[in-house]
């Protein structure tokens, strides 16, 4: 991996501040669809890049989860692979292509299959501890939150299993269901069709519904951020889902997830990355590519990363735009990147790369 180029404030500060929906841990970023890691940014990277190849199978280009030192990324061979800085560590068998970004805790691994199964498995074991089987497949990641795991099916059904594999509750949304979110007692999802809703966790209770916005939900301090099909941001309230405040760009539509911290909503669009004012919705600043974006945005504490179709990953000051670094990841990207332990994990096809700062 060669490194191009580097750009660094000689005095730039890192600064880690525990806001509202930037959480320090990454189940419940994973679990908020939020995007965004406390730590260090990697500013400096590393010439030398680990590269685990997959024994089978192609890596989803969802991003990896990062937990408890090690990453886990589905594949198409029909099982999740838990990865080291330098080996694979476990291998977690089941059947069909796994999609989305697994669900992992303590305990449990959760995935969802286009064979129209969920499995989960015991985390430490290996072993498949039950599956669920729906009518249609599921094609979004599923969540574990307050004791439950959620997700949504291809013909719009949204569930809530209890850890051993009971249904606590279900809805019939009547059309696709993105990959939900949780925060607070609440379900929040978004639908194909452009339909958004709150669900109560723990009972399943339609809290609010709303035709304004779609896509998967990124969760704020008070606002839930949606992506609708026409490539326009709407914030809708949590409390009742009615509309605080809409930016449309002139841009096509994208499957890309945003990233939001306390002060910033960053979002990819053909080429350009946005980032907007969470509260208001006015643009801070914008930066336009040579070349398509491929993977959604990543905030890392005051970074916020980018990958490009030019074979870089970029990353900027989260306040200013400044470009802080880009460097050559060796390959047109396939997925988006997640971070943990001081690394950023990259899928790639048959690979995952861990990018590493330079020492």
Known sequence: MQRISLLLLSSFIIILPRVGFCQANNESTEAHHVRSYLGDPLLSFS????KIELPQGICSPSP??????????????????????????????GTGEMTGTPAVNDHLIVVA???????????????????????????????????????????GKLFA?????????????????????????????????????????????????SDAAGRTPCVGSDMIFYENRNGAVVALDKKNGSERWRYDADISASAFEMAASNTTLA???????????????????DVHFKQPLCGSPMIVSTAVYVP?????????????????????????????????????YFPNKQTLYILLPQE
């Open 161 to 209: 299993l209890d850890t051993l594999g009971k249904v606590r509750w279900s809805s019939d949304v009547k059309t696709s269901v993105m990959s939900p979110s949780y925060d607070s007692g609440i379900v929040y999802i978004g639908t194909q069709n452009g339909t958004a809703a709150a669900f109560g966790a723990s009972s399943g209770k339609l809290i609010w519904k």
């Open 267 to 285: 979002y990819a669009h053909d080429d350009m990355l946005i980032v907007l004012d969470p509260e208001t919705g006015k643009k801070q600043w």
């Open 47 to 50: 010439d030398k890049a680990f």
């Open 308 to 344: 490009c179709s030019d074979w870089n990953l970029y990353a900027y000051d989260l306040a200013t735009g400044m470009e802080l670094a880009h460097t050559d990841i060796g390959f047109a990207p396939w997925g988006s990147p997640s971070y943990g332990n001081g690394k950023i």
């Open 113 to 155: 299959s286009s064979a129209k199964f969920i499995f989960v498995f015991d985390r430490n074991s290996e072993k498949l501890l039950w599956k669920f089987k729906t009518k249609k497949p599921i094609t979004n990641s599923p969540i574990i939150a307050d004791n439950s795991i959620f997700f949504g099916t291809t013909e």
């Open 64 to 93: 990896p989860a990062v937990f408890d030192g090690l990453a886990y990324i589905a594949s198409t061979n029909g099982s999740v692979v838990s990865i080291s800085d330098s080996k694979i560590e476990k291998q977690y068998r």
